[in-house]
């Protein structure tokens, strides 16, 4: 049972659109919403993360949005960038006990074009 | 600083085989996860190493053991490969053991079963 969903899984936009990719959940008990990029031949890295006690965090041109009470957050990318074309993962994690170990979403692959 | 470091970069067995993946985390991160990902999905926890000892495993068999060795370095071992154990194998460092979120991943060792 796939724990984070992700939509779209592909996404097409021109250079300096916005693209909006969005995440649900269902376990409250997760408390850390992380997003990966990833590129071709190489692991994911982290782009951004939040906390649910917040609705809103920028760093950069990513900001993530999150909606505890319908249980989905989105990142938007501002201005995109062709070097922005890559694989993006959210993730959710929960709690200090145990692995914390992340739950990922499918995946979304973003083309950027010039 | 280093980052996380796994070997070999990329491998071919035979279904039934055995085979024993490598990490290194990255300097001052003394808890290890490994994670498989499948062609375009997300990557799924198999489990985490802390203080040489197992800290959380998901829904993977026993075939899929580890270990973690007093320099914080870990290996991954599969028994009797599968063809459905083609995959990337992830390996996340982060520090503080258990309590931090600050997973940094390897570029990861492609496996084919043949």
């Known amino acids: 049972q796939q724990q984070v969903k992700q939509s779209p899984q592909s996404l097409i936009v021109q250079k300096g659109g916005i693209p909006i990719i969005n995440c649900a959940y269902e376990?409250?008990?997760?408390?850390?919403f992380p997003w990966y990029q990833q590129f071709p031949g190489k692991g994911p890295a982290l782009l951004i993360a939040?906390?649910?006690?917040?609705s809103e965090k920028k760093e950069g041109r990513f900001t993530i949005s999150f909606n505890k009470s319908a249980k989905q957050f989105s990142l938007h990318i501002m201005d995109s960038q062709p070097g922005d074309s890559a694989t993006y993962f959210c993730?959710?994690?929960?709690?200090?006990?145990?692995?914390?170990?992340?739950?990922f979403g499918t995946g979304t692959r973003l083309t950027v074009i010039p | 600083e280093t980052g996380v470091t796994q070997s070999p970069t990329h491998l071919i067995k035979t279904r039934g085989q055995q085979v024993t993946l490598r990490c290194s985390s990255q300097?001052?991160?003394?808890?290890v996860s490994w994670y498989q990902q499948a062609l375009g999905q997300g990557p799924q926890f198999i489990f985490q190493?802390?203080?040489?000892?197992?800290?959380g495993r998901g829904n993977f068999p026993p075939r899929f053991s580890g270990l973690q060795f007093p320099n914080y370095s870990s290996e991954l071992n599969v028994n009797a490969l599968e063809l459905d154990d083609s995959a990337l194998y992830l390996c996340?460092?982060?520090?503080?053991?258990?309590?931090?979120?600050?997973?940094?991943f390897g570029s990861g060792t492609r496996l084919t079963v043949v």
């Open positions: 996340a460092s982060s520090p503080q053991g258990a309590r931090s979120y600050g997973y940094t």
């Open positions: 376990n409250t008990a997760f408390d850390y």
């Open positions: 939040i906390r649910p006690d917040v």
């Open positions: 993730a959710a994690s929960r709690g200090q006990t145990g692995a914390n170990n992340l739950f």
């Open positions: 300097s001052g991160h003394n808890t």
């Open positions: 190493y802390y203080r040489e000892e197992e800290n």
